[in-house]
């Protein structure tokens, strides 16, 4: 099991950070890439065809600005892509509403702005579907997170 991360600028290698997080605690493997959809389009496509090659399942794209990484990859494969909007511009909103708004028959699923740890949960729910272990751990980070949550805040808090 192997997810693909790419990003397309230096600058968002913290924004990112995230997803990696969440991969290394369920024990999914990983490879990181900055690519861009514009400035090196060929290099994008050459680095995708390997990763199908090397059976990379799930694809996480960051990107800011006009944000086409995601939706470019998602153009050029079949393995699903989750977008994750940076914060470059405007907020981050102009990349929101790039990754989101794809054409009918290209999906690029989208978690909220700079939310890259989210990427790397979501990406680990669709391999959970596939691998037993994931699954099981899943399920017991659901619970854990549920008994903190109660734990920590279960009794009422002082204002």
Same mark, same amino acid.
Request: aromatic content about 6%; hydrophobic content about 45%.
């Given at each position: 099991?192997?997810?693909?991360?790419?990003?397309?600028?230096?600058?968002?290698?913290?924004?990112?950070?995230?997803?990696?997080?969440?991969?290394?605690?369920?024990?999914?493997?990983?490879?990181?890439?900055?690519?861009?959809?514009?400035?090196?389009?060929?290099?994008?496509?050459?680095?995708?065809? #390997?990763?199908?090659?090397?059976?990379?399942?799930?694809?996480?794209?960051?990107?800011?600005?006009?944000?086409?990484?995601?939706?470019?990859?998602?153009?050029?494969? +079949?393995? &699903?892509?989750?977008?994750?909007?940076?914060?470059?511009?405007?907020?981050?909103?102009?990349?929101?509403?790039?990754?989101? #708004?794809?054409?009918?028959?290209?999906?690029?699923?989208?978690?909220?702005?700079?939310?890259?740890?989210?990427?790397?949960?979501?990406?680990?729910?669709?391999?959970?579907?596939?691998? &037993?272990?994931?699954?099981?751990?899943? +399920?017991?980070?659901?619970?854990?997170?549920?008994?903190?949550?109660?734990?920590?805040?279960?009794?009422?808090?002082?204002?």
């Amino acid at each position: 099991m192997k997810v693909a991360i790419f990003f397309g600028s230096k600058s968002d290698t913290d924004t990112m950070k995230g997803a990696a997080k969440a991969l290394k605690e369920f024990g999914v493997e990983y490879k990181a890439f900055i690519l861009s959809a514009h400035r090196v389009p060929e290099k994008l496509e050459e680095t995708l065809e #390997q990763i199908e090659k090397e059976g990379f399942e799930v694809i996480i794209a960051g990107a800011g600005l006009a944000a086409h990484l995601p939706g470019v990859i998602a153009s050029k494969t +079949i393995l &699903p892509v989750i977008g994750i909007p940076v914060n470059a511009a405007l907020n981050g909103l102009d990349a929101l509403f790039s990754i989101v #708004q794809m054409p009918k028959g290209i999906p690029v699923a989208t978690v909220g702005i700079n939310n890259s740890y989210n990427a790397g949960m979501l990406a680990v729910q669709m391999l959970s579907l596939k691998y &037993p272990e994931i699954k099981e751990k899943l +399920i017991n980070y659901r619970k854990e997170m549920k008994e903190n949550f109660i734990k920590e805040n279960g009794e009422g808090v002082d204002l």
